[in-house]
Each structure stands twice: as structure tokens, then as C-alpha cells.
């Protein structure tokens, strides 16, 4: 049965079920005397209408609203006890036709999580009374905005590599018919490299924040050993050719274990560890720190770097937001790296955090549940920090 008709039921059902239930319990007198009375089907049939996720108003011919659920007042098509004008004038249309009138009843003035995108439907149900639906149709429109701009973003961001591979194509032919230029075919075939590594990277990036939100499930979670997931992101960290990684400091190995994903976590590190070295200036320290606290493992990278504005702290987990955007230009960021740290955590029923000073670095702490046996057992402690270069063969 529709919503609609649930409607007509209930309303007639108020009727009859007030005069069906007086003759009911005269007829039955001192039989029914020791049995509870349940709630009558006009009873019941109100409770549907106040649990329903539409919203439904029923309305008379002079625009009383004799009958709304809950989820009308929710959604604005009836404020205090009156109904919205526009569901007034579908109402009328629907009388004098006869037919369902669809109607806009969108908040003209929506702000924050209120309802944006509001559609509702006038249906006569007789006797000059008239039913609205309404349903909420906001996540869909954002949903459908996020697609939008997702896929104006990837289109951009495909189109720079691609276009500058194009033109350096052209470059290395010119040079190639000049016999005496090998240099210039060399320059331009690494620049040709360079934008195909990055127009590949954002491509891996693009799959991997696809799988984590939703499109494939992720693995069966294991044991994994907190240390070997910091050794490995350091040894993938991009660094330029004139630095080493004794940049990098850490303090010594924790002994902590997560149940998890091994390749997303070294992922998520990795990607907060270039973070930090694309927005550090050349050779400033980069130190990771590991410990437990209430549970949960936390992997904090902090750098020396230029820092994060406050206003703009919650917008750098987005997709392709970048805080400076010719830096990152530079250093080959796709915009992509946080939001996969940030899905990465929440797969795993984790969170990562930020603080950020302009000027003074950022520290961003990546957050993991600890296996239940690292939490009865592990003892809270300062550990020393050392230093990880070359002197001692890149272990940590």
C-alpha cells in the first residue's frame, strides 16, 4: 500500500475506528473487562505515518492542515500548523484536476546540513481533503555536486601532464633534427618522463581513493608490526637529489602492533611523510614518533615546514586541495595524498588529526586501534630519539 493510501485509510479509519470501538466494547460489556486493549488499526496506522522517513500532511479544502507527521515539520512543509503555500497551490490543482500536481518544496534559504532539495507530490483524496508527500532528496544532490566537481578535478588535473607532454613531444622532434642538440632531446625526453610518472601516480591515487571508499572491500585485517610500517614509509619517501634522509629523526622502536592493512598503512605514512617534506624547506627535520594512548596507536609526523592556516586546516583532507598550490605543482602532488590518509584511518576505525602553526610546522598523527593484547599489555613511556641516516645503513 502506498503512502497515499495509507493516508485515506488512516484518515477514515479515525472515523470508524472511534464508532466501530464504542459499539465494540458495549457489545462485548464485562467479557473483554479482564483482557488489555490494544491500539486500534486507526492507531497503528498513525504510528506508520509518524515513522515514516516522507513527510505527509493531509489538508482540507480551505488549506487547514487537519493531519502531519513529524517528518513535515522536519522538512518545512509545515511550519507552525500551517501548511507551505506552494503545497496550498498544488493542493488546489490537485482538486480541480483530479490529478497528482508534483511540486517544488526545496527551503528557499537552506543553510548548512538543512534540507536542500525537498520534492513533494499533492494527491485529492476526496471530499475537498488533500494529501502531500514530500521526501528529502539532499544527499543525492550533493552526492551528485561531489561527482561534479570530482570528475571537473580529475579532468584538470589529467589535462596539465598531458598537455605539457604534448608540447615537450614536439620539442624533442625539433631537436632531433638538429644533429647537433642530443642534449636538448635528453632534457625534454626526462621533462616527457617527469609528466607521465605524474600523470601515472595521480591515476594509482585516483584507484586507491576509489577502493577505499567503498567501490571494493578492503582486505581481511591482520597483525601488523607498527615499527616495519615506519621503516618501509621512510624508505619510500621522495626526497630531491641535493638532500639524504638524515633529515628524518624517530624514536626507538615501540614493539606496538594494529590490526590492519599493511600496504594502506605504509601508504598513508608515506603520504604524510612527503607531506612534510614538500612543504618543509630543504633539509628542515622531519621526525616521526609512535606511542599508545587509550587504545590506540598514534603515528604523529611533524615538520618545520610553512604551516596551515587555521581556516584552512579542515578543508586539506579534501580531494585535491592543495594549500599551495605552485609548491605542489613542484614537488608532483596530485591533492590526493591526505584524503587517501584520511579514508585509510577510517577504514580502520581510526582518525588522524592536525595542528598547524604558520610559520612554526605542522604535526600530522595518523591514529589506529592497537590489537586488544597491545592494550592490556603495553606500559606508557618517554622514549630517546635518534637519528636515522646513512651512518646507520637506513635501519631505524
Request: aromatic share 4%; glycine share 10%.
Amino acid at each position: 500500500m502506498s503512502v497515499v493510501a495509507t493516508v485515506a485509510v488512516a484518515v477514515g479509519s479515525l472515523v470508524a475506528g472511534v464508532v466501530l470501538g464504542y459499539f465494540l466494547r458495549r457489545s462485548s460489556g464485562g467479557q473483554r473487562a479482564g483482557r488489555p486493549e490494544g491500539p486500534t488499526v486507526a492507531e497503528l496506522l498513525l504510528r506508520l505515518l509518524d515513522s515514516s522517513r516522507s513527510a505527509i500532511a493531509v489538508i482540507n479544502k480551505f488549506g487547514d492542515t487537519v493531519l502531519h507527521n513529524p517528518r513535515a515539520v522536519e522538512l518545512g512543509v509545515v511550519r507552525d500548523n500551517r501548511i507551505d503555500p506552494r503545497a496550498r497551490v498544488a493542493a488546489d490543482q490537485a482538486q480541480q484536476t483530479g490529478e497528482k500536481v508534483s511540486i517544488d518544496l526545496s527551503p528557499l534559504h537552506a543553510k548548512g546540513r538543512q534540507p536542500e532539495a525537498v520534492v513533494g507530490e499533492a494527491t485529492a483524496l476526496g471530499d475537498g481533503f488533500t494529501v502531500i508527500e514530500a521526501v528529502d532528496h539532499s544527499e543525492a544532490v550533493r552526492l551528485e555536486a561531489t561527482r561534479r566537481d570530482f570528475v571537473a578535478n580529475v579532468s584538470h588535473e589529467l589535462k596539465t601532464p598531458v598537455g605539457a607532454m604534448a608540447l615537450l613531444a614536439e620539442a624533442v622532434l625539433d631537436a632531433a633534427e638538429d644533429p647537433i642538440d642530443p642534449d636538448g632531446v635528453r632534457r625534454f625526453g626526462r621533462k616527457i618522463l617527469d609528466e607521465a610518472n605524474r600523470m601515472g601516480t595521480l591515476v594509482s591515487e585516483l584507484i586507491a581513493l576509489s577502493r577505499l571508499q567503498g567501490a571494493e572491500r578492503l582486505p581481511d585485517l591482520v597483525e601488523v608490526d607498527v615499527d616495519d610500517v615506519v621503516r618501509e614509509a621512510l624508505e619510500r619517501v621522495k626526497l630531491p637529489d641535493d638532500e639524504d634522509r638524515r633529515r628524518f629523526t624517530t624514536d626507538v622502536d615501540s614493539g606496538l602492533v594494529v590490526e590492519g592493512d599493511r600496504t594502506l598503512l605504509v601508504t598513508a605514512l608515506t603520504n604524510l611523510l612527503n607531506n612534510a617534506v614538500a612543504y618543509s624547506p630543504p633539509g628542515s627535520p622531519v621526525s616521526v614518533t609512535r606511542r599508545l594512548v587509550d587504545g590506540m596507536v598514534e603515528i604523529a609526523v611533524t615538520d618545520r615546514g610553512i604551516g596551515i592556516a587555521p581556516e584552512e586546516q579542515e578543508r586539506v583532507f579534501e580531494r585535491f586541495y592543495r594549500v599551495d598550490k605552485a609548491r605542489s605543482r613542484e614537488t608532483g602532488g596530485t591533492g590526493l595524498g591526505l584524503a587517501i590518509v584520511k579514508h585509510v584511518a577510517a577504514n580502520h576505525g581510526g582518525s588522524v588529526r592536525l595542528w598547524s602553526v604558520p610559520g612554526t610546522g605542522s604535526t600530522f598523527t595518523l591514529c589506529i586501534p592497537a590489537r586488544q593484547s597491545v592494550r592490556a599489555n603495553a606500559t606508557h613511556g618517554e622514549r630517546a630519539t635518534r637519528l636515522v641516516g646513512t651512518d646507520h645503513g637506513g635501519k631505524l
